[in-house]
């Protein structure tokens, strides 16, 4: 969903992340885009009907719910390759440590920008209610925070990801969180194995033109 109307919070916010995807890549300073997904997990009642020429497989209208589960994801898109986590659940704690495991992933960097939602866990307090003030400082030292303007979550490029992980391996009923962390650890080794990039072409001048109705009129 886009702004409705003019919206000078938003086009700021948008053009600070079309900046950022403009940078040529640097090892140094990785560009690193993180979101996240719940997932329902769901058991049959019933066992499905096998498909037959002509025919897909039919799945029982009747199931039973077994809780949910969360999927962290972090992209780096011009290196091709991305950082996944399924937790039990989605807390302040449980984004704290997943940003320890992308700091682990990136020890030869001086500092990696990661672009996220407006989530209210997406917080450098977050990580002081994690961890020790110590830990929390050098943690949050290690990041850009940059964040996706509200009704812009289409600027996150970890959210294309998440689309395309959905679609190709969790897109069906499945019952328990091992099964989940299974399907999607297999999922990031064949894209890495890829190398698959987000191919982005969006920039900030095409903003102006094609998203002009957002841009405040200016008062002479």
């Not at 307090?125 to 830990?135: G, K, R, T, V």
């Amino acid at each position: 969903m886009i702004a409705p109307q003019a919206n000078a919070a938003f086009v700021a916010a948008m053009e600070k992340v079309l900046d950022i995807y403009s940078r040529p890549y640097d090892a140094k300073r990785p560009v690193v885009c993180m979101d996240e997904t719940p997932r329902q997990l769901i058991r049959e009642t019933r066992e499905p009907i096998a498909a037959a020429p002509g025919r897909p497989e039919r799945h029982d209208y009747e199931y039973e719910r077994c809780g949910v589960c969360n999927v962290f994801l972090a992209s780096e898109p011009l290196a091709g390759r991305r950082l996944t986590k399924v937790t039990e659940r989605r807390t302040k704690l449980d984004w704290a440590v997943f940003l320890q495991d992308i700091a682990a992933n990136y020890l030869d960097a001086e500092r990696i920008t990661l672009v996220m939602d407006n989530l209210n866990t997406h917080t450098a307090a977050s990580l002081y209610e994690a961890f020790p003030p110590e830990q929390a400082k050098a943690l949050w030292d290690r990041f850009e925070f940059v964040y996706t303007p509200k009704h812009g979550s289409w600027l996150n490029m970890a959210e294309i990801e998440i689309n395309v992980m959905v679609a190709q391996c969790l897109d069906r009923r499945i019952d328990s969180i091992e099964t989940v962390r299974s399907e999607v650890a297999a999922w990031q080794s064949r894209r890495d194995n890829l190398q698959a990039r987000v191919n982005w072409q969006f920039t900030t001048t095409d903003a102006r033109v094609k998203l002009k109705r957002l841009y405040p009129t200016i008062c002479e």
